[in-house]
Nanobody, 122 residues
């Protein structure tokens, strides 16, 4: 399976971005999807995850109320809407897939896309 993350960029504090993760060649509903991020000098951390059926989601405490994960199985795409961005959200964001939602630890996910850089700066 291949994952393609996009949508990163430079945004001012308080701004918004929407990241997209497109999965191929299999249909998206085969997979739980997670968004992860890694800032310079820090370990990769789970930001948000969503189960195959949308029945379960997870958010990192520091992004609750600001980020929202959603999926459009018809488009094979998972989105991460990021609002009220803070400087500390600056990182490379990755999406990853697993056959079921087992958690939000990066090592649980066998399939990874390339990252997309999010820079929050004034």
């Amino acid at each position: 399976v291949q994952l393609q993350a996009s949508g990163g960029g430079l945004v001012q504090p308080g701004g918004s971005l929407r990241l997209s993760c497109t999965v191929s060649p299999f249909t998206l509903d085969f997979y739980a999807i997670g968004w992860f991020r890694q800032a310079p000098g820090k370990e990769r951390e789970g930001v948000s995850c969503i189960s195959k059926t949308d029945s379960a989601t997870y958010y990192l405490d520091s992004v609750k109320g600001r980020f929202a994960i959603s999926r459009d199985n018809a488009k094979n795409t998972v989105y991460l809407q990021m609002n009220s961005l803070k400087v500390e959200d600056t990182a490379v964001y990755y999406c990853a897939a697993d056959r079921s939602l087992r958690g939000y630890t990066p090592v649980l996910y066998p399939y990874w896309g390339q990252g997309t850089l999010v820079t929050v700066s004034s």
